[in-house]
């Protein structure tokens, strides 16, 4: 059987008998994940106090922390299955507008972020603000 690591939902929605055989099961433990990402979220965790001296530099990190850690998250999580499929001869399947997964994928990297599109354009405003003040 040829395996493939299905990473969409919707694809894996549309024919799951075909996917999910008896003995079907996650290649990578849940606990990979979690560990790596709490081993980022506890390194930003220190990074701050190491750029405490700077107040300047602080309170920049401070404001693009949580959307560095999501969007850095984004990149391990994709790149933990990408290695995955690599290691088990899987043929990694996801939609074409699944930009990290291509971008693992064929090693070429695009200027998109990923919580750029979720953010409000109202914000744009606020951030204007801020920046105008650092």
């Known amino acids: 059987m040829n395996k493939r690591l299905i990473i969409d939902s ?6 799951p008998a075909a996917l999910f055989y008896q ?7 849940q606990s ?6 709490t081993d980022v979220i ?8 190491e750029i405490s001296d700077s107040d300047r530099l602080l309170a920049a990190f401070l404001l693009v922390k949580a ?16 290695v995955a499929a690599l290691e088990n001869g899987s043929e990694l399947i996801f939609r074409p507008d699944q930009y990290i997964y291509a ?13 750029q599109y979720y953010r409000s354009d109202k914000a744009s405003g ?8 650092l």
């Open 42 to 49: 506890e390194w930003f965790d220190e990074l701050h106090s």
């Open 23 to 29: 003995d079907w099961s996650w290649p990578v433990a």
């Open 32 to 37: 990979t994940y979690d560990r790596l990402v």
């Open 103 to 115: 971008d693992l994928v064929s090693n070429r990297f695009t200027n998109r972020i990923p919580t």
């Open 126 to 133: 606020l951030k204007v603000a801020i920046r105008s003040r």
């Open 67 to 82: 959307d560095l850690l999501k969007d850095l998250s984004y990149y391990l999580v994709g790149w933990i299955d990408v």
């Open 10 to 15: 919707q694809l894996a929605a549309q024919d």
